[in-house]
């Protein structure tokens, strides 16, 4: 089983849409969670972390916790044609330590 | 200069070559990483110092040697490759991972896309 698991996609969806993307995760002792953005031929950047159960909102991206089910996924509202790009769950096992551990993307397109 | 930065963009090496990737970052950032990126493969990590320490070392094979003189650079020395290690090797750094409001974000150069042939 992979550390941590999305499904590559792509996913297509209209522009105006919702885009819901998934992650789910092994280690039950993971703490803090991560989601990236990366554009073609371009460097990963953080869009949002989360490290407690529940929604945190971000302007129009939300990421949802859920440690029992050990899944965690990021919404993106009113999606836009530049939201297209590969997102990468990152989950790292404590708070203060330095292993984060991608998945392998999911990669969006958000059409016209 | 932008926040991390690394050179060469690219590297085309011979199996028998020795070469060296530099990261450089303007942060202030006191932990540094190495991680490949591979087609169809999640991002991996590879090395991690703190404080110039390597607190990390993903089993990586001995063909990879990194080297960190201070807290602003890094190198990735490379020697006897094979072509299975073509790449993109993004380093990347973050703040003190103990320090007090750690969010675990990294920042990422632009990479280093080595062809080894």
């Known amino acids: 089983q992979k550390e941590v698991e999305q499904n590559s996609g792509p996913l297509s969806v209209p522009e105006g849409a919702i885009a819901s993307l998934n992650c789910t995760y092994s280690d039950r002792g993971s703490q803090s969670f991560f989601w990236y953005r990366q554009y073609s031929g371009k460097s990963p950047e953080l869009i949002m972390f989360?490290?407690?159960?529940g929604d945190k909102e971000d302007g129009r991206f939300t990421a949802q916790l859920n440690k029992a089910s050990q899944y965690v996924s990021l919404l993106i509202r009113d999606s836009q044609p530049s939201d297209s790009a590969t997102y990468l769950c990152a989950v790292n096992r404590g708070y203060n330590t330095d292993k984060l551990i991608f998945g392998t993307g999911t990669r969006l397109q958000v059409f016209p | 200069e932008t926040g991390v930065t690394q050179t060469p963009r690219h590297l085309v090496m011979g199996m028998t070559n020795k070469k060296s990737l530099k990261c450089e970052q303007h942060?202030?950032?006191?932990?540094m990483y190495w991680y490949k990126q591979s087609a169809k493969k999640p991002l991996e990590l590879m090395f991690v110092y703190n404080f110039k320490e390597q607190t990390e070392n993903n089993s990586v094979p001995s063909r990879f040697s990194p080297e960190c003189p201070n807290s602003s650079h890094l190198f990735l020395h490379l020697h006897t490759l094979q072509p299975e290690d073509s790449a993109l090797y993004l380093c990347?750094?973050?703040?003190?991972?103990?320090?007090?409001?750690?969010?675990?974000?990294?920042?990422f150069g632009e990479g280093s896309r080595l062809t080894v042939l």
């Open positions: 942060l202030g950032h006191n932990a």
């Open positions: 989360i490290y407690s159960n």
């Open positions: 990347a750094s973050s703040q003190d991972t103990k320090r007090a409001g750690y969010t675990g974000e990294l920042f």
